[in-house]
């Protein structure tokens, strides 16, 4: 396998799902942003928008909308990462869903290079699409999460990552 700083950022990032209290700084945040906003999107549309969010209240809010009373004490589906950056499209846009993921994928990996963790976060979309969270998501009009990422410094090592399937490509030559 050949051996450079971009496969070795992919190889090597992981969920993180621990992170430390500390928030990340202004410049990474930036960079992260950055390098999401090269990701491809359908048609180069860029129809896709960001809601950084920093502030535990709203998040906590989010967790309540999602899982109601089922939220057990000390659940948290962010992981009380500091920074979760929430990704939205248009609600009718063909390939908002896709647009929203090649976003997340760039910020998992630019962190991972900035030596952040991340892990990406579905379990709580029905509670980012609450109507009283998606009013305060500063979203354009007719736009939806489609997904989220967890941003901080990890608290410890991720775990190993699980050995590869064997069976899952497919040549045709
Ligand atoms: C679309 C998508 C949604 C995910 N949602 C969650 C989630 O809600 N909570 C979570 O802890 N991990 C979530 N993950 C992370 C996966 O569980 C994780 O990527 C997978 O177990 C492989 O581990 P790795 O990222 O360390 O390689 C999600 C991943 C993807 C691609």
Redesign the pocket.
């Given at each position: 396998m050949s051996q450079n700083r971009v496969m070795e950022t992919l190889l090597e990032?992981?969920?993180v799902?621990a992170y430390r209290s500390e928030q990340i700084s202004e410049e990474e945040l930036t960079d992260i942003l950055h390098a999401a906003k090269y990701a491809p999107t359908a048609r180069g549309l860029q129809a896709r928008h960001f809601t950084v969010i920093q502030n535990k209240q709203f998040i906590a809010e989010i967790v309540f909308a999602a899982k109601g009373n089922s939220v057990n004490d000390g659940e948290a589906?962010f992981y009380n990462a500091p920074t979760m950056i929430v990704l939205s499209a248009p609600q009718d846009a063909k390939y908002g869903r896709e647009d929203c993921?090649c976003a997340i994928m760039n910020i998992m990996l630019a962190a991972q290079a900035l030596g952040l963790g991340t892990?990406?976060?579905?379990?709580?979309l029905n509670g980012l699409r609450d109507a009283g969270i998606l009013s305060r998501l500063k979203l354009p009009e007719g736009y939806i999460p489609f997904?989220s990422v967890a941003v901080g410094y990890p608290k410890e090592h991720?775990p190993a990552?699980?050995e590869r399937r064997t069976d899952d490509i497919s040549y045709i030559r």
């Open positions: 990032r992981r969920s799902r589906p993921a892990c990406y976060i579905c379990s709580v997904g991720a990552p699980k």
